[in-house]
């Protein structure tokens, strides 16, 4: 299954994304076969990050939850909220490339 995750930033929370930053992406390195995309997200593009966006492919949404709750930043308290979507990719030929 495949889905699609919002985070949103605790406001005023840079320095934590700043500080954790290399562990989360090693992390993310580690876990490439289930979050096939990820990314920070912005209001602007010269702001700082307010969140991120992954892409996951897993067998259910308590694969999703289960992954969340081993991701440096959740667990240092970064994130103040998730989204979990299922997603449903428009063209399933096409490979993403970031």
């Known amino acids: 299954m495949l889905f699609a995750i919002r985070f949103r930033d605790k406001q005023n929370s840079s320095h934590l994304r700043a500080e954790h930053l290399a562990a989360h992406i090693a992390w993310l390195d580690q876990h490439r076969d289930s979050i096939l995309v990820g990314g920070s997200i912005r209001d602007e593009p010269s702001q700082n ?3 991120g966006l992954w892409i ?9 939850e289960a992954l969340i709750e081993t991701d440096p930043f959740w ?21 993403t490339l970031v």
């Open 49 to 51: 990050p307010i969140g």
């Open 56 to 64: 996951v492919e897993t067998q259910g949404r308590e694969d999703v």
């Open 75 to 95: 667990q240092i308290g970064l994130r103040e909220s998730v989204e979990i979507l299922h997603w449903s990719k428009a063209f399933p030929d096409r490979r």
